[in-house]
């Protein structure tokens, strides 16, 4: 089983900036690698459903975005330090939120019915999440 540890969360001014990052560790003896799996950024507010924000595609040739963050927000990934970041720039209050990592393997993808990737059923490997506070 894959492990996800998020870090970078924390509280800046509207108009400000983070980068998330989040490590992932457990592959070995999992019959997976960091390259062949898809990884994505949710974020769920008080009273209202996680949203998946970004994703990006195993190669990492492939990125998606949601509405909600485009052009305010870049997704990556390390092979090397085994690591999804997401830089976040012109934060807003709306943004607050807390937000996790989620890991796709090539078994899972197979079964999606999601036409975005954003979708929560979507992932099977999850971080517990890190806290991010805009204020006004």
């Known amino acids: 089983q894959l492990h996800l540890v998020e870090s970078g969360g924390g509280l800046v001014h509207s108009g400000g900036s983070l980068r998330l990052s989040c490590v992932i560790s457990?592959?070995?003896?999992?019959?997976?690698?960091?390259?062949?799996?898809?990884l994505a950024w949710f974020r769920q507010a008080p009273g209202k459903e996680r949203e998946g924000i970004s994703r990006?595609?195993?190669?990492?040739?492939?990125?998606t975005y949601a509405d909600s963050v485009k052009g305010r927000v870049t997704i990556s990934r390390d092979n090397a330090r085994r690591t999804v970041c997401l830089e976040m720039n012109n934060l807003k209050p709306e943004d607050t939120a807390v937000y996790y990592c989620a890991a796709q393997s090539k078994f899972k993808a197979v079964f999606s019915s999601s036409n975005t990737g954003l979708e929560s059923s979507d992932y099977e490997f999850w971080g517990l999440g890190t806290q991010v506070t805009v204020s006004s």
């Open positions: 457990g592959f070995q003896g999992s019959g997976l690698s960091f390259d062949t799996v898809a």
């Open positions: 990006i595609s195993s190669s990492g040739g492939l990125t």
